[in-house]
């Protein structure tokens, strides 16, 4: 019997870690002029191009019940066990729907070993937590050691990043903690993260370039105390950007450093023209 490992599609893993692992993905969906479709089939540079000129800012949904149904039973019908690791659920109704689904499961499949878990955040803070348990999941760990590889990395991971301005942030309604900077758009620029599952906070900077340094510092600095696990840069839709922060950091670190785009579902809460890095520490 073997551990199948599941998340959703804004964990924004690289493709050679989904196929290594066999991480199973459901996809959330991007309603855009009316018209629903799965986050997976969207082409990033089409979405973007057309989020500029659509007549409303385009909405995110969670994975449809069927899609979520029928990958968890066909892993239980193998017989083989599941760690379900979802979008932070102060963010989406995701990891609700899935312990729904669980339960479906389990009335047809009575010894379905299913355990969902909270990431209590998104894009590749979750990725990596999923890689992890994807990882120790190969090597025919226990369930119980899976699932503590991947808290492991929750706990211990950070997600830094500047928006291009909080207009989609506060269209979309996940602004979270950070809802106070409102009062002073036009004077800063903040440095956001993920903390107790919702948008917050981190730093509050004058210039793109202070917010970009700046995470930089915050990066190395914790890095330097607790040790690297490992490290990714993301951006929405300003890949230049992206790979000259990407090389700051390698230059720092003396490591390759990737890079890797934000898709639709967070990219239209977030907006183009944001930048970040991902991380978690030893």
């Known amino acids: 019997m073997a551990i199948k490992i599941v998340t959703d599609s804004t964990s924004y893993i690289p493709t ?17 002029d009316g018209v629903s479709r799965r986050e997976v089939d969207i082409d990033n540079n089409y979405f973007y191009e057309e989020m500029k000129i659509c007549s409303e800012i385009p909405k995110s949904s969670q994975p449809i019940p069927e899609e979520m149904l029928d990958t968890f039973k066909g892993i239980v019908k193998d017989g083989d066990s599941i760690v379900g690791i979802f979008l932070s659920s102060k963010m989406s109704g995701t990891y609700s729907n899935a312990n ?14 299913i355990h969902i878990l909270d990431s209590k955040t998104n894009c590749m803070q979750m990725g990596f937590a999923v890689i992890k348990a994807g990882e120790a999941a190969s090597e025919n760990k226990s369930i119980n050691e899976v699932i503590d590889e991947a808290n492991y990395v929750i706990n211990n991971s950070k997600f830094l990043f500047t928006p291009e301005t909080l207009e989609y942030l506060k269209k979309g ?7 106070a900077l409102f ?17 917050s906070v981190f730093k509050k900077v004058r210039t793109r370039k202070k917010a970009v340094d700046e995470i930089v510092s915050a990066v190395l600095e914790d890095i330097e105390t607790k040790g690297l696990g490992d490290v990714i840069v993301h951006h929405i839709n300003c890949e230049d950007d992206g790979i000259k922060l990407a090389q700051a950091l ?10 890797q785009y934000i898709g639709p579902v967070i990219g239209l809460h977030v907006g183009p023209g944001s930048i970040g890095i991902t991380y978690y520490t030893k």
Not at 25 to 31: R, T
Not at 173 to 179: D, T, V
Not at 185 to 194: A, C, D, E, G
């Open 16 to 32: 050679e870690y989904i196929d290594k692992y066999d991480i199973k993905i459901v996809s959330l969906n991007v309603v855009m």
């Open 100 to 113: 729904m689904i669980k339960n479906m499961i389990l009335e047809d499949y009575p010894k379905a070993d």
């Open 173 to 179: 309604g996940r602004i979270g903690k950070a809802s």
């Open 183 to 199: 009062g002073n758009l036009l004077q800063i620029k903040p440095i956001l993260t993920v903390a107790e599952g919702e948008t």
């Open 250 to 259: 390698e230059n720092k670190l003396g490591k390759k450093v990737s890079l």
